[in-house]
């Protein structure tokens, strides 16, 4: 029941958001955070802040910082201040809540409003459900843009002591359709630390080039 209410909560306050955010245009795959999300989240008054780097073989480098708060063990708060070649991209806001079903399994939602230059409001809902343990690391999030676009991704990770190997694959099922698939190296058990590192390369007729991208990540 507690689970429950707390969905309850965050439908109620979150509605309005979603409202705003389905005025806005539909975008393509987002290249400033090309990342899935687990269900990790930080502690009640964490502070966190990830970086995220890519580089398209023939575009432009983009550079992310994402710094992110938690309110409580299962509620955070975060931002992104995006670039683009050195040139500014637009910020988003985001609220994330998550709840551990079992030791394995973690359950959560994120909600995200952002304001980018020449395209005006966006948003997304991001359901997340992830599952670890000492082997493995799965995740997906049926991403929901608006208006109208159905962005799924997953990932599969393999651990190997510290380091994680696997794939990352990211879509757009909405015209016009992407996809990329990204072989991707983790480092895991480091405290505090996240490194996350891949290569991807885009397929299907609208889809881009190589991408390489790097997020590093510090919990304070």
């Known amino acids: 029941m507690r689970v ?77 201040f995006q670039t683009a070649g050195g040139d500014y991209q637009g910020v988003k806001l985001r609220t994330k809540f998550v709840r551990a079903l079992s030791p394995e399994w973690r359950l959560g939602v994120n909600f995200e409003l952002s304001r980018l230059p020449h395209e005006g409001w966006g948003g997304e809902i991001r359901p997340i459900v992830g599952f670890e343990n000492d082997r493995f690391l799965v995740a997906a999030n049926p991403i929901v843009s608006f208006p109208a676009s159905f962005e799924p991704g997953a990932m599969a990770k393999v651990k190997f002591g510290w380091l994680g190997v696997g794939l990352e694959y990211y879509a757009v099922l909405t015209e016009p359709r992407e996809q990329y698939l990204f072989e991707a190296i983790d480092l895991f058990g480091i405290k505090d630390v996240e490194v996350n590192l891949a290569v991807g390369q885009g397929f299907g007729a609208a889809s881009g080039q190589l991408i390489f991208k790097t997020i590093l990540g510090y919990t304070f």
């Open 4 to 80: 429950l209410e707390v969905v309850t909560d965050v439908v109620r306050v979150l509605v309005p958001l979603a409202v705003l955010a389905a005025a806005a245009p539909a975008f393509a795959f987002d290249p400033y955070e090309i990342q899935i999300y687990d269900g990790s989240i930080d502690a009640r008054h964490e502070v966190g802040l990830e970086v995220h780097m890519n580089q398209p073989r023939d575009g432009s480098f983009h550079l992310t910082f994402e710094p992110s708060f938690g309110l409580t063990d299962w509620w955070e708060l975060g931002a992104y």
